[in-house]
């Protein structure tokens, strides 16, 4: 089964995700990781990476989508995976999509775990790391939203989108996430 993962920050998308690749038996493909194992590499993607994720900013669409064509090519991304940071532009969803036809091998579901921003900004706050205060939580909500709004609107034309009440008890979400799947 293949799936994109998405969800703001703070959602629980890491304690799911981690839940979801055991249950499913399939690679967790997270650009985050990928991205930050080149840089640490010093393969030159990731040099080239480094700069734009140091800054915070997107890396550009070309560099990412070539560390997941790589991936995917490896025999263990035969029976599925979960994509997760990825794709977060329209132009990532729609190469991917090109990408996984022309291989008869198609998304099966676009996952979006949802928690109020009210909800986030708690268990945010609550965690209190140095960077987590309320101004910046917003503004990576606000960015979040931006990035992804497109993203949520293709993939719900296309039929894939799968919205997930991502508030309640860990196992009470990932509850919910396996029967949209059985449902699908
Ligand atoms: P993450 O761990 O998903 O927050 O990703 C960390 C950083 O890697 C981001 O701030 C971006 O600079 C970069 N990155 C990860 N995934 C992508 C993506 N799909 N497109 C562009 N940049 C990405």
Do not use: W
């Amino acid at each position: 089964m293949r799936l994109v993962f998405i969800g703001p920050p703070g959602a629980g998308k890491g304690t799911q995700s981690a839940k979801l690749i055991e249950h499913l038996g399939v690679p967790h493909l997270s650009t985050g990781d990928m991205l930050r194992e080149a840089k640490v590499n010093g393969s030159s993607v990731g040099q080239e990476a480094a700069a734009y994720m140091d800054s915070g900013r997107l890396v550009p669409d070309e560099l990412v989508l070539q560390v997941v064509v790589g991936r995917l090519q490896q025999p263990d991304c035969q029976r599925g995976c979960l994509f997760d940071g990825f794709p977060r532009t329209l132009l990532q969803a729609e190469t991917l999509d090109k990408y996984l036809e022309a291989r008869d091998m198609p998304l099966h579901a676009v996952l979006e775990l949802r928690v109020p921003e009210s909800e986030l900004i708690k268990r945010l706050l609550s965690r209190g790391r140095s960077d987590d205060d309320l101004e910046t939580i917003q503004q990576r909500f606000r960015e979040y939203t931006t990035q992804i709004e497109s993203l949520l609107d293709y993939y719900n034309r296309r039929g894939l989108l799968r919205t997930i009440d991502g508030s309640g008890a860990t196992e009470d979400i990932f509850s919910r996430i396996k029967s949209q799947l059985a449902s699908n």
